[in-house]
């Protein structure tokens, strides 16, 4: 888990001071008249550009203009000065499987560098819409893809800074009247600039209750969503068929998301594939037994309650080394590189999945 006050690469998140210099409140800002802040409220996570990334517009970095000359358009000088194809590579690395929506990702990479070109060639590019929706079951790269979109973005000069914030509902709305507008508007001004990952985005609205504030939220962000849509892009997140009937429920919302992105969930053979990078990762390598065994463990779990993809294969990779790290812990004999680095079958067929522990099946 982050640690509370940082962002996933390790660094501050953007908040405002618990209390500033002398004479000013908690939670305001330099220039604010009475307006309170809600960054002492704030969950959610901001991302960054990864060190050494430019900061800052990535129009800068690739100029388009030295790519149009003599009436011709030269697409791959874009292409590798943007950095765009280094980014589809990693998404290919780091995304077991998930053909379609690598696909899909390269499409929308194709669509902005030809937009780009076209505008350089005064043949009336209009900005392209870049709203989306993801979704899928838990733990099938949502996030991760989101984190790439960004990426390409941000390189080809759609979006200025290129972060990520990842909030969900209780980010968005408030407890109480004229509590959620203001909210919803601090974590917009986080965003602008980058892209906005609201995950399960369905529980923004809950018809059912006459009294929630949630819709006002909604209204907030559709409202930015049109007005701000070159300055911000949102990415909403969650499980397909209550995505659907979220977009049923709010179709002005459903109307300004150009791209649905649906992640189909993995299957044994790349589950197995997923805990085999991750452990590579962490430096670990599995004996001949433990290969069946966890092949063995991912055929059990797949028939388990609440199975997560690629999160219940980590949680199932910590269970496994935190095994071996006992079984270590308790030998008195010195140890080899070899016994660091090796994961025995008993460090996975210790699981409960291999018992009939009933609902236990997660460990």
Known sequence: MTPRGLDTTGRPLDRSPAAGPAGRSRGMHPGDRGSPSFADEFTGLVVRPAHGA?????VAAVDFSEAVAEGQADVQSVVRDSGVREVLAELDRDLIGMAPVKQRIRQIAALLVIDRLREQMDLGSEHPTLHMSLTGSPGTGKTTVALRIASILHRLGYIEKGHLVSVTRDDLVGQYVGHTAPKTKDVIKRARGGVLFIDEAYYLHRQENERDYGQEAIEVLLAVMESERQNMVVVMAGYEDRMEEFFQANPGMGSRVAHHIRFP????????GIAQLMLSRQGYVLSQEAVSALRQYIEHRL????FANGRSIRNAIERARMRQATRLFDCERKLTRRDLVTIEADDILRSSVFTDAGDHGSR
Do not use: H, I, V
């Open 303 to 306: 028939r388990r309650p609440r």
């Open 54 to 58: 430019q900061t800052g517009s990535a």
């Open 265 to 272: 969930d993995y299957d044994a053979e790349e589950l197995f």
